[in-house]
């Protein structure tokens, strides 16, 4: 199973709301990862979890807070987001070592109204 | 100066050229190197890593020159399936870093 299944494949939400993306692999491993990616440019860094701890977070907004509640668990929690929030968001796991490679989900559509 | 450099594109080419894409990385430190492959609105999926002594997949050969921090992707025999936007990825200190992507369009 080299699978990276998130939920919900399409969100809109409004400015007020709190929301969570959700994102699940069963391939042990131990490093997760996620993404923004705005139209016809390349996905970008968030945040990145080692081992269940997070040890990347690059420059994010709180309005964006990040769980790892288990090694197949990756929640990104929204909340009083802006429409310029709205972009394609994608999870990603890989082992934590050098030379493997990343597996993708299909992302969240996020649209913030 | 972005972390990983591509040219954006778009590369226009025939069914059954062949074809070439380069990537640079400005951190020396980088350790591993790979190639994605993204289809309009879907996720990026792994076309192949990159090994410093050069590697091939069918159709598909990667290079990686560490002394001038440059990556290449060629592929052969172009296939009207091949269109899509090729990302250069580049992993270190727990990061995967894109390049900007490259957009190629085969046509019949």
């Known amino acids: 199973d080299t699978e990276v299944t998130q939920t919900p494949k399409h969100l809109v939400m409004g400015m007020t709301n709190k929301k969570s993306l959700k994102c699940e692999q069963h391939?042990?491993?131990?490093?997760m990862y996620w993404y923004k990616q705005k139209a016809k440019k390349p996905p970008e860094l968030m945040f990145v979890y080692s081992y269940e701890k997070l040890s990347i977070n690059e420059s994010v907004p709180s309005r964006f807070s990040p769980e790892c509640p288990n090694s197949s668990l990756l929640n990104l929690h929204l909340h009083a987001l802006q429409p310029e929030d709205s972009a394609l968001y994608l999870c990603?796991?890989?082992?934590?070592?050098?030379?493997?490679?990343?597996?993708f989900g299909q992302g969240t559509r996020l649209t913030v109204v | 100066r972005k972390e990983v450099e591509q040219d954006p594109g778009p590369f226009n080419v025939p069914e059954g050229a062949t074809v070439a894409f380069n990537c640079t990385y400005s951190?020396?430190?980088?350790?591993?190197f790979f190639w994605y492959r993204q289809d309009c609105r879907k996720e990026p999926k792994l076309l192949m890593s990159v090994y410093s002594s050069g590697n091939e997949d069918g159709r598909f050969t990667a290079q990686l020159n560490r002394a001038s921090q440059y990556i290449s992707l060629l592929i052969r025999d172009s296939k009207l399936s091949d269109s899509a936007t090729y990302l250069c990825?580049?992993?270190?200190?727990?990061?995967?870093?894109f390049g900007t992507g490259t957009r190629l369009l085969v046509s019949p």
């Open positions: 990603a796991s890989s082992q934590p070592i050098l030379d493997t490679e990343a597996f």
């Open positions: 990825v580049v992993k270190g200190f727990q990061k995967l870093v």
């Open positions: 391939m042990g491993h131990r490093a």
């Open positions: 951190n020396s430190a980088s350790q591993s």
